[in-house]
């Protein structure tokens, strides 16, 4: 019994916390406090002797712009943390009283209302709805972004933006999609749905958990503050040595991963934490829903990646700031150093967000055909060899880069061998289908776009696998739309059946289904026509990131355009649908696909540690169909 | 739909292939597979040609084949998955309650073994097809190494500057005999660039302090494009230059002109 469920069921006189500090903590204070330590931090550093150069012949170089942003940057994170009280607990451990009971229901968010949400609360149903506010928020930045850029490229010679402003974009647009497409499914479903899933009261450490998604939000604002720093020219690949080169908005990038790597690490231990450890009775492993799997594959995929991306960050300032050289090759150091620790993040990267997504459509699927999933071991042993491969890849984004070419033939072989695991999760999708008669709800509809959607971002990835086609391909815009095509096509379509399906337990209504139909329909063709143009450029020979481009690529660049917009809209609508939906939709009944997994079982709102007793598992979820 | 006469009999495997293929959904899978399959080849042979630069050298030409034909030998694959989501699509269930329950099939083991093997032999195909293209070009840049002419590339922001060693002569148009092999040693005075000949079908990054290397062979004469392909900064956009694969006669008199003098 973990001391939350103690806490619940004692019968001690209704707490009165309002003596604890914890009480007085919210979002305002963590701000406050953020900014006073950042500024703080900016006075100390801009006077102090641990900058770099000499402050009487050099007042203010770049390098000692870089360590006082940085350091200001940092220190807006870890003021926040202290002001919102994330670390109350670890002091009173520290001193050896943890906190009360009366405490730990109250950071659980008991009775609070919408205050709630602006809180360190530990509620792993209140966190995955700040997940879920926090992905659309992103999701709509990077999308204003997108249009930006398609706006510009609408027309050769377009002027709609500058240059500078134009590479910032597209760095900017691909961090903040990344950052977001990595948390959106696991985040709101992951942190809400999963430890329901599993039977289970919480999370197993909720106030990890609470951290998890507070400094993910510290990100947010030093993210934005590249902005007003100059922006970034590197791509969200930031490659060295041209990030070494790049003025001050870098560091709001270099801040944003590292702050970003922490948060993930935090969810990952936590997530694979809880679905080890915290499975309710009789939850055997080949009994636990195959969302819960692949998210746990995800996370684990997660944990040995992102630490690379968050060294190679540090590197990256350490050269910014200190000019420790190690990507500068006039210094003994090599770009290609940065290349291959970013691609050993990179490319496992690609795999945490789309497994999740996929297996969350795996999920709706056998609700909708009534049958049950098809081969369940096929879905694992799918997401496993996905992960367990995509480990050994990363260099294939490096076939053109001049660095060990005899190594390019393994990598083609590793890279190839993908498409095997990759063809089980089809035919997963395929067989439970077969015989089937979907009901054709918004949910079923993602499961069909995704279809179409991954087959075509699977069969441009053959080519861009096979090195001599490569060679034409690599760096051009058909790149670009081979990867959006995963991981927009694929992975944020299945991310939205996801919310489609599980928005009337998150909400309790459900969602506007004709404004779900329009969007639907709106973002799939308007998807479509957008990379059909762009694989056309990238064919016809245009280099991804060109802010103009010639004659020549005047078609292509039109049709994405009009396919641009046609998304852009979509987006909109769904938006309006899933905000009008929460306050104003139809009341949701408490099973309203028909759904044998738990979380159908609880009702809304959901109680504070979701079950008055654990359920007791004898099947998997999957017991549909007649005969056999 | 099961047949109750023909239950009665003990169904030799024959007639149970019989049975199947004669079922409605079977039926309808299979048009939807050829239509999907024929749709992804013409693609693949329409589009990829249609859009592609003028191919001037083996390298592009290996390019452009890989695209069609791993398109094509990919597309029953694909017409296979579309076809049973297809299926599935025509004989959705519309309403708001969920439809009856369909047949509990859990797994098939024959069937998950026959499409591991499948899409095992599809990934082994792609890998040796890969693998016999690469080493073909590698043998042949070796065979050719001798009578090649050299080039240094150097890449800098956000210019290309070619040096001909042999000639004599720096330029920023890259202007190459037709049918002699050529050897491009790429470097980048700042950050990294990505030399990128379109037309020829090759591509190597520029880096700083080291050379990396890229080989051609040109074999069609006319103008060629030069771009950036590694985003690197400000003017990315505008890294670009052109050429011109010439006669021999015409190429030594452009050398010429440029102040050079024949290798």
């Not at chain 1, 706006?151 to 760095?171: E, K």
């Not at chain 1, 289904?513 to 990238?538: P, T």
């Not at chain 2, 590339?153 to 500057?161: A, F, I, K, L, P």
Request: with cysteine; net charge neutral.
């Amino acid at each position: 019994m973990s001391t939350l469920d103690k806490a619940h069921t004692s019968s001690r006189p209704v707490p009165n916390p309002k003596r604890s500090l914890i009480t007085r903590l919210h979002m305002g204070t963590g701000v406050v406090v953020g900014i006073i330590f950042a500024a703080l931090v900016y006075w100390a550093l801009k006077n102090s002797l641990l900058t770099y150069t000499d402050k009487v012949a050099d007042p203010l170089s770049p390098h000692d712009n870089n360590i006082v942003l940085l350091g200001a940057m940092f220190a807006w994170s870890i003021g926040f943390m202290a002001g919102i009280g994330a670390f109350i607990g670890p002091w009173r451990w520290l001193i050896g009283k943890d906190l009360t009971d009366e405490e730990i229901l109250y950071l659980a968010g008991d009775g609070q209302g919408t205050k709630r949400y602006f809180k360190y609360c530990t509620d792993h149903k209140v966190v995955g709805i700040q997940y879920l506010v926090g992905v659309m928020t992103l999701l709509g930045v990077g999308g204003t972004m997108a249009m930006m850029i398609r706006t510009n490229l609408a027309r050769p010679g377009g002027h709609f933006i500058t240059a500078t402003v134009y590479n910032s974009l597209v760095g900017l647009h691909g961090i903040t999609m990344i950052i977001a497409m990595i948390i959106v499914a696991t985040g709101p479903f992951g942190n809400y749905v999963m430890p329901i899933m599993i039977g289970a009261y919480d999370m197993a450490f909720p106030r990890l958990n609470a951290l998890s998604w507070w400094v993910l939000f510290t990100a947010i604002p030093v993210l934005c503050s590249a902005w007003f720093l100059g922006g970034i020219p590197t791509g969200w690949t930031a490659y060295a040595p041209l990030s070494i080169q790049a003025g001050p908005g870098m560091n709001a990038f270099i801040a944003t991963i590292i702050i970003f790597a922490v948060s993930t690490a935090v969810a990952g231990a936590n997530i694979t934490t809880t679905v080890i450890a915290m499975r309710t009775k009789g939850m055997k492993w080949n009994r636990v829903p195959i969302f819960v799997i692949g998210s746990t594959i995800s996370v684990a995929l997660a944990i040995p990646a992102f630490p690379t991306f968050m060294v190679s960050m540090i590197m990256t300032a350490l050269d910014r700031t200190y000019n420790t050289g190690f990507f500068d090759a006039n210094m003994g150091g090599s770009g290609w150093l940065y290349s291959n620790l970013f691609w050993i993040m990179g490319h496992p990267e690609v795999y945490v967000i789309l497994i999740p997504g996929v297996a969350a459509l795996m999920e709706i699927v056998p609700v909708f055909v009534r049958k049950p999933l098809f081969s369940y071991n096929a879905a694992i042993m799918g997401f496993a060899g996905i992960a367990g491969l995509s480990i050994l890849v990363w260099a294939h984004h490096m076939y053109m880069a001049g660095w060990a070419p005899s190594l390019n033939g393994p990598f083609m072989v590793t890279t190839e061998m993908i498409s095997i695991p990759t063809g089980l999760l089809f035919l997963v999708l395929i067989g439970t289908m077969w015989r089937g008669k979907p009901w054709m709800k918004l949910p079923m509809l993602s499961v069909f776009a995704f279809i179409w959607d991954f087959m075509i971002g699977g069969i441009t990835g053959i080519y861009l696998s096979d090195v001599p086609a490569d060679s034409y391909l690599h760096g051009s815009m058909f790149v670009t739309a081979h990867f959006h095509f995963t991981l927009m096509g694929a992975a944020l379509t299945g991310a939205i059946g996801g919310l489609a399906y599980w928005y009337p337990k998150m909400t309790g209504r459900m969602l506007h289904e004709r404004a779900g139909y329009i969007s639907f329909w709106m973002v799939q063709i308007g998807f479509n026509v957008l990379f059909f143009g762009m694989f056309m450029a990238g064919a016809e020979g245009q280099p991804r990131r060109v802010v103009d481009y010639a004659a020549l690529f005047r078609n292509s660049n039109l049709i994405s355009t009009i396919g641009a917009y046609s998304v852009g809209t979509g987006m909109i609508i769904l938006l309006w649908a899933v905000i009008h939906s929460w306050t104003k939709g139809k009341i949701a009944p408490m099973n309203p696909w028909g759904a044998k997994t738990l979380e159908w079982t609880v009702p809304y709102p959901v109680p504070l540690t979701n079950f008055d007793e654990l359920p007791v598992i004898t099947s998997d979820p999957y017991g549909y169909g007649k005969g056999k | 739909m099961a047949d109750h006469s023909v239950e009665e009999l003990a169904p030799t495997p024959g007639d149970r292939a019989t049975r199947f293929l004669k079922r409605a959904d079977v039926k309808q899978t299979t048009l939807f597979f050829i239509f999907w399959t024929a749709l992804f080849v013409v693609l693949g042979i329409y589009f990829y040609p249609k859009w592609m630069p003028t191919i001037m050298s083996v390298e592009m030409k290996s390019a452009e084949k890989i695209m069609i034909w791993f398109t094509v030998i990919s597309a029953p694959i694909a017409g296979f998955v579309l076809a049973v989501a297809t299926t599935a699509f025509m004989n959705r269930h519309r309403g708001d309650t969920p439809p009856p329950d369909g047949p509990a099939i859990r797994t098939n083991g024959p069937v998950v073994a026959v499409w591991t093997v499948t899409s095992l032999v599809f990934a082994l195909v792609a890998i040796i097809w890969g693998l016999t293209e690469m080493n073909g070009q590698a043998v042949a840049a070796a065979k050719d190494a001798k009578s090649a002419i050299t080039i240094e590339v150097r890449g800098s922001q956000w210019v290309w500057t070619f040096n001909y060693p042999a000639q004599g002569i720096e330029t920023h148009e890259l202007n190459l005999p037709i049918g002699v092999p050529v050897i491009f040693d790429v470097k980048s005075a700042d950050v990294n660039h990505s030399f990128w000949p379109v037309q020829l079908g090759v591509k190597v990054d520029a880096n700083a302090q080291v050379t990396t290397v890229i080989h051609t062979t040109p074999d069609k004469l006319g103008p060629i494009d030069v771009k950036c392909a590694e985003l690197c900064g400000l003017y990315h956009a505008y890294m670009e230059t052109t050429g011109e694969i010439q006669s021999a006669s015409d190429f030594d008199a452009w050398v010429t002109a440029q102040g050079g003098h024949k290798a």
